[in-house]
């Protein structure tokens, strides 16, 4: 029988009724697994650690870290070592290769090529048949079920979902091997049911050449009923407003009537938000933030008047956070998910149904409560400006230049910063490199409350700040339209998860951009 027939003979014997009520009969056994969430954290999680061990005892890894001998958090945390990426790069590359029982059971075929930064070296993150389903499709479909609980109304079923995603290329040419964008991964093994209501098709979806593939989305989708879109949002944004271009328009809820929800993650929201608004002028749009990686699917927004994400706990991934303040320490007091505290910044680390212990992802997270555990990103391990001990993350950045924002009708399309470490004049600061949507009334007014604001909410920066005798006041270099959309282009980064790095410790990054920016 034909799929695409069966589903429309389906729809057609409902069509009085509301087909997103219909389905959304299949999502309330989640709903109530996650209302478990502020009550069972403990339980769910030791459940998960244990399946987890006893998973990988037989492989290498597990024979060499005695898994067998594991009872408890206490021995996994005796007996495993914290890992970066580059103390797993060779078992990874072996795996890659085809050897089976490394880091986790049987083969791994599938690779994730992270890009949450743009280092020339590029991270291989494996994914597990298991963890393809327990720890990336789970997400997509928790995110729904979380979403229809709010919005017992909804009609995202009655349309279609545009969903952006990146490519692949063959692994090492070994036979149903792939590496590339996690998010190609997914849709590449995506269920055959779900094609029928995603826009575009795969061969589009899986282009390599984004430019490319942005135009040919853009055209396919724009007469499509789209009531859902998923994706990373500054690339989202490019699609849209192509296709309200091509329809010619300002307002793309009168080109998509039926559009309520954007399924956005990747990059934080808070620069794109007022340009999303603008873009698509209805009350009834709704926005959902998730916090998904190649390493696997951690957060969903379960409130729409919170920022702050709910962790997911019952993923197939353990939890445990290293305190930021003891981030350089020989030995840093990891604690797991029962051991954080409201208000402090931890590094988090996973170990996942794909093989990766203890593995520090690079995020850091600070906890706004514990029941549920809800959370909202503060930056990069590695993103950050501490040049001259003003500890200055992605967090504080995204709060300050809100509020610059707010205040001078500005729109940030995006912006990277760095420290001057020694000009002319032996004078220190900040330089931020911004790319504006919407110019502000003044630059000199953006930098003057931009500079106070990061003040107010970092008292480490206020310190250096103080008289201007360890900083200057920030400046702001003003970057030409699609700058950082040619940077990313130069690099070979357009489009997927690929993201501008905000904040950096040194100047590489800018100074490859200022060298663009003419």
Not at 220 to 228: E, F, L, Q, S, Y
Not at 302 to 318: Q, R
Not at 369 to 389: L, Q
Not at 459 to 479: F, G
């Amino acid at each position: 029988m034909d799929k695409r027939l069966f589903l429309h003979d389906i729809i057609d014997v409902c069509d009085m009724m509301n087909e997103t009520t219909l389905i959304g009969t299949f999502f309330k056994y989640r709903q109530k697994a996650i209302a478990q969430y502020a009550t069972q954290a403990e339980a769910i999680q030791n459940k998960v650690l244990q399946q987890l061990v006893a998973k990988a005892s037989g492989t290498e890894w597990g024979k060499e870290h005695q898994y067998r001998a594991i009872k408890n958090y206490q021995d996994f945390q005796q007996r495993v070592p914290v890992q970066t990426y580059e103390e797993i790069k060779g078992y990874v590359d072996r795996m890659r290769h085809g050897e089976k029982d490394v880091l986790w059971p049987g083969q791994v075929r599938w690779y994730a090529k992270s890009s949450g930064t743009t280092n020339d070296k590029s991270k291989f993150i494996p994914v597990s048949k298991e963890g393809l389903q327990n720890l990336h499709y789970a997400g997509g479909r928790d995110a729904v079920a979380l979403y229809l609980q709010q919005n017992p109304n909804s009609r995202i079923f009655s349309g279609r979902t545009l969903i952006l995603g990146g490519s692949h290329a063959p692994n090492y040419n070994l036979k149903h091997s792939l590496v590339g964008d996690l998010s190609a991964i997914l849709i590449e093994n995506i269920n055959p049911l779900v094609n029928l209501i995603r826009v575009p098709e795969k061969k589009i979806a899986l282009l390599s050449d984004f430019e490319e593939k942005m135009e040919k989305i853009a055209r396919v989708a724009m007469d499509k009923d789209i009531t859902n879109i998923s994706g990373v949002p500054s690339w989202m944004l490019a699609v849209l407003k192509r296709v309200m271009e091509l329809k010619g328009t300002d307002n793309l809820a009168e080109v998509w009537p039926n559009l309520e929800i954007f399924f956005h993650g990747g990059v934080a929201f808070t620069p794109y938000r007022e340009q999303y608004k603008q873009l698509i002028r209805t009350d009834k749009m709704h926005y959902m933030e998730t916090y998904n990686a190649s390493e696997g699917f951690f957060g969903l927004q379960n409130d729409p008047t919170d920022p702050a994400m709910m962790l997911m706990i019952d993923y197939g991934v353990f939890y445990e956070f290293l305190p930021m303040d003891e981030f350089d320490s020989p030995n840093p007091h990891v604690v797991p998910l029962t051991g954080v505290e409201v208000g402090k910044n931890y590094a988090m680390l996973i170990s996942t149904a794909c093989g990766l212990w203890r593995y520090m992802i690079g995020d850091t997270v600070k906890f706004t409560s514990k029941d549920p555990y809800k959370f909202i990103i503060t930056g990069r391990t590695k993103h950050f400006i501490n040049a001259f001990g003003e500890e200055l993350m992605v967090d504080n950045a995204e709060q300050g230049l809100a509020r610059a924002c707010k205040e001078t009708g500005a729109q940030v399309a995006e912006y990277s910063a760095a420290p001057v470490f020694m000009d002319a004049d032996a004078k220190c600061r900040h330089q931020w490199l911004i790319e504006f949507a919407v110019m502000p009334d003044s630059v000199d007014k953006f930098a003057e409350i931009l500079d106070n604001s990061l003040q107010e909410i970092n008292s480490d920066y206020e310190a250096k700040r103080y008289k201007n005798i360890t900083l200057q006041p920030l400046e702001i270099v003003v970057a030409r339209p699609k700058l950082f959309h040619d940077w990313l282009k130069e690099k070979g980064k357009l489009g997927g998860q690929h993201k501008v790095p905000r904040l950096s410790n040194s100047r590489d990054y800018i100074e490859e951009m200022l060298s663009l920016n003419h």
